[in-house]
């Protein structure tokens, strides 16, 4: 089992450009999440989706949007970008509410994106 | 409002010294976990433990241990005998049971500096 896989692994984009940062996971879990990590700031939730067909905020959506393709796959895309887009990104997934490991979340390899 | 705070932002030892991070949550739910993951240079994330609120016991897995206290709401972690391997970034998380669908709330992150 890959686990959750990521591409790209680094991405370089000019203000205004537009890009999907790709997520799959391979072990039929139910919830998936997109995370930005700043220095010094820790992982913060962009957007998460609970369940297929299902997506919801988190705690820094601006700027972004996402689709949960299927199960497997939930893609978070950047418009614009901005400099201040500027961050590693993690993709993460768990099995979900009603299984007792639903809080137990793995979490890819990350995408390093620079905005200039 | 930050959950987890992880006050020190940065922690130098020499090898074979022991070296404990705090964490300290705040939540209003009486059910919730909490997690540390370890982020080294490489930077994936690495899942270390899961503990959730009924469960104050003390664990100890390898060089590791973990001291749980309700009464503080701190979730402290202690490498024993440290080693240059342990160099890395650790991040405690908590998950709340109101947020059903498990969410991560991270807090800033301790980097671990071990020299030989």
């Known amino acids: 089992n890959a686990g959750v896989t990521q591409t790209p692994k680094f991405q370089v984009l000019k203000t205004g450009q537009s890009m999907t940062l790709q997520c799959a996971q391979d072990?039929?879990?139910?919830?998936m999440y997109w995370y930005r990590q700043d220095p010094g700031m820790g992982l913060r939730l962009i957007y998460y989706?609970?369940?297929?067909?299902?997506?919801d905020k988190g705690e820094v959506p601006n700027g972004y949007n996402v689709s949960r393709l299927n199960k497997r796959e939930f893609s978070l895309r950047l418009e614009s970008a901005a400099p201040s887009q500027t961050s590693v990104y993690f993709c993460?997934?768990?099995?979900?509410?009603?299984?007792?490991?639903?809080?137990?979340?793995?979490f890819g390899p990350g995408t390093r994106l620079t905005v200039t | 409002a930050q959950k987890v705070t992880q006050a020190q932002t940065e922690i130098s030892v020499v090898e074979k010294e022991d070296v404990t991070l705090d964490c300290v949550y705040e939540t209003r739910d009486t059910t919730y976990y909490l997690f540390w993951y370890k982020q080294p240079p490489s930077g994936e994330l690495v899942f270390l433990i899961r503990?959730?609120?009924?469960?104050?016991q003390n664990e100890i897995s390898g060089r590791y241990s973990w001291n749980f206290q309700k009464s503080t709401s701190s979730f402290n972690f202690t490498i024993t005998a440290s080693q240059v391997v342990d160099s890395a970034v650790y991040f405690c998380?908590?998950?709340?049971?109101?947020?059903?669908?498990?969410?991560?709330?991270f807090g800033a992150g301790t980097q671990v500096v071990v020299t030989p």
């Open positions: 503990r959730n609120s009924f469960d104050e």
């Open positions: 998380a908590l998950s709340e049971e109101t947020d059903s669908w498990g969410k991560l709330q």
């Open positions: 989706s609970a369940s297929e067909g299902t997506t």
């Open positions: 072990m039929n879990h139910n919830s």
């Open positions: 993460a997934s768990s099995a979900g509410q009603g299984d007792v490991d639903r809080y137990e979340q793995y």
